[in-house]
């Protein structure tokens, strides 16, 4: 490591947090030719729970190829309402929604940032961060390090980004509930998503290789008793999995809570952004929440470069390109999920089965659209119907 003592600075910028959005940062900062240093408190690789479904339109923001991580190539998506009543999505192109495993694609990320010069270090807990004149501090458990900016990436418990009035003050979380299951996968090219079974939300099976991602998200309380949210997962699991031809108790079970977006709030102090699930980019609706992190760690990056250049709004412009590349999408995202998880039958009927809805899911799906282009007509749908 490149100390400069013990009042030095350390490095140009310190990542906090080596997942999905400081992967990205790190890659583009580093391959900017800044001096990088990613923090994560867990040695890598680490497991992660998470489907791992994304839009392949995520390769555009790589200099590289994401295809050694991608595990399945989905070309259609199956939806159920009780599991019954399904409808099919084919996804239109060759490659529109990917899977990968966490563990892969995040460690990939992170060796693709230190072939690029950067550092990383895991099993490092930053327990505070301060500003400290032009400078922030970072304080591990037995060392404080230096930089002149930071990069906040540590996910949906983070601690640090709510006291530096980063992102919403008191964060909206979704409950969730992931199985990994091993074995055969009969069918590696569709993705199900189950609505009328988790109150509130729904449940996903998406195959990966050796076996199958499975969830439950629950998205409209504030995060409830975790006991009982694991009482009410296992008994919709025990329906859920023997619908898949698995037994009920199969796999290894991962109780979460999933930062969502509830609202538009400043991601940027001064040296400091924050990225991904810290600042609540998840999608309300669907829990998509890699395809915000790659992008605002990629957005980072490049602010945190110009700002670093001597162009002092960058990092204002950052908050501002969060906002219209994906956080007006999510406003209307969060507004038919307060309709739709309220009345998820009728949503079903005139969401989810209309003729057209399965081209426009596809596309909702592979980023194509944003929810902001279908949302008007559906809530109308929504509320005509109800009144
Ligand atoms: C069950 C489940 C299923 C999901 N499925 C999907 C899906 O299929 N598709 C999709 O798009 N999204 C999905 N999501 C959402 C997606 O996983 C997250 O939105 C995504 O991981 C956000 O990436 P991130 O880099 O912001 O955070 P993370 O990936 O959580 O990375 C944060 C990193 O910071 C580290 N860290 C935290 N605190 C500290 C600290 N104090 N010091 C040092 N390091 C720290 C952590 O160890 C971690 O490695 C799912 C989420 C869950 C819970």
Known sequence: MT????????????????GAAGGAAAVHLSGAGRSVLVLDQ????????????MAASVQHWFPFALSPVVEAVIQRVRFTW???DPVVAELPGSSPFWIVRRSRLDAFLMERAQEAGADFRGGQLVERVWRDGEEWCVQLPDETLRCRALVLADGSGSQLAAPLGLGPRQPRYATTLSVEVDGPVADMETAHFGFGLVPQGFCWAFPRQGGTSIGLGSFLGRGGDPQRALQEGEAVLARLLP???LPAGAGSRSLGRLR???GHHPLHGPGVVVAGDAASLCDPFLAEGLRPALLSGCAAARAIGHWLDGQPEALADYSQEMRHSWGDSMAWGRRIAQVFYRVPRVGYQLGIKRPTA???????LSGEL???????RAIRRLLFQRG
């Not at 013990?6 to 947090?17: F, L, N, S, T």
């Not at 867990?42 to 479904?53: L, Y």
């Not at 399965?358 to 909702?364: D, V």
């Not at 944003?370 to 008007?376: N, R, S, T, V």
Request: hydrophobic residues 35%; aromatic residues 6%.
């Open 82 to 84: 009780d599991l019954e």
């Open 3 to 18: 100390t400069a003592g013990a009042r030095g600075i350390h490095r140009e910028v310190i990542v906090v947090g080596g």
């Open 243 to 245: 619908s898949l031809g």
């Open 370 to 376: 944003g929810y902001g282009d279908i949302a008007q």
């Open 260 to 262: 969502v977006w509830d």
């Open 358 to 364: 399965p081209r426009r899911i596809a596309q909702i």
């Open 42 to 53: 867990a040695p890598f690789p680490r497991h992660k729970p998470c489907g791992g479904g």
